[in-house]
């Protein structure tokens, strides 16, 4: 169920491989908690239109939004956050020199009442 969505400034140049990144994650999410791999979908964004701040070029962002069910401790999702956050700065770190950058987590929670999830038949 976990949905994974990183967006990021374009001005991040030497950026690492997205489909790479994306299976880094769909990696590390089942060994901080309760998801299943099976169940991540994940994509990635990056914006030529955006500002960060006064709008100067040095300035970069990276966001990453992740969606799961409610019910999750707040506890869990925040060393979920602090994990992708280090991940992401791991992954960027070369790509980031010289630019004024910030890196955020997010993680929301879907209404399980208001979620549908529609599995293709087993094969």
Same mark, same amino acid.
């Given at each position: 169920?976990?949905?994974?969505?990183?967006?990021?400034?374009?001005?991040?140049?030497?950026?690492?491989?997205?489909? @790479?990144?994306?299976?880094?994650?769909?990696?590390?999410?089942?060994?901080?908690?309760?998801?299943?791999?099976?169940?991540?979908?994940?994509?990635?964004?990056?914006?030529?239109?955006?500002?960060?701040?006064?709008?100067?070029?040095?300035?970069?962002?990276?966001?990453?939004?992740?969606?799961?069910?409610?019910?999750?401790?707040?506890?869990?999702?925040?060393?979920?956050?602090?994990?992708?956050?280090?991940? @992401? @700065?791991?992954?960027?770190?070369?790509?980031?020199?010289? @630019?004024?950058?910030?890196?955020?987590?997010?993680?929301?929670?879907?209404?399980?009442?208001?979620?549908?999830?529609?599995?293709?038949?087993?094969?």
């Amino acid at each position: 169920m976990p949905h994974v969505l990183i967006e990021c400034s374009a001005n991040i140049s030497s950026r690492p491989e997205p489909i @790479l990144l994306l299976k880094k994650i769909a990696n590390l999410l089942p060994q901080l908690g309760p998801f299943n791999q099976r169940d991540i979908k994940s994509r990635m964004i990056y914006h030529d239109h955006y500002c960060c701040g006064d709008g100067a070029k040095n300035k970069a962002f990276i966001h990453l939004e992740l969606s799961i069910l409610s019910g999750r401790p707040d506890e869990l999702k925040s060393q979920v956050s602090k994990a992708l956050g280090d991940l @992401l @700065l791991n992954e960027f770190e070369q790509a980031l020199q010289g @630019l004024d950058y910030s890196i955020t987590v997010d993680i929301r929670e879907l209404n399980k009442a208001c979620y549908t999830k529609i599995l293709s038949p087993e094969m």
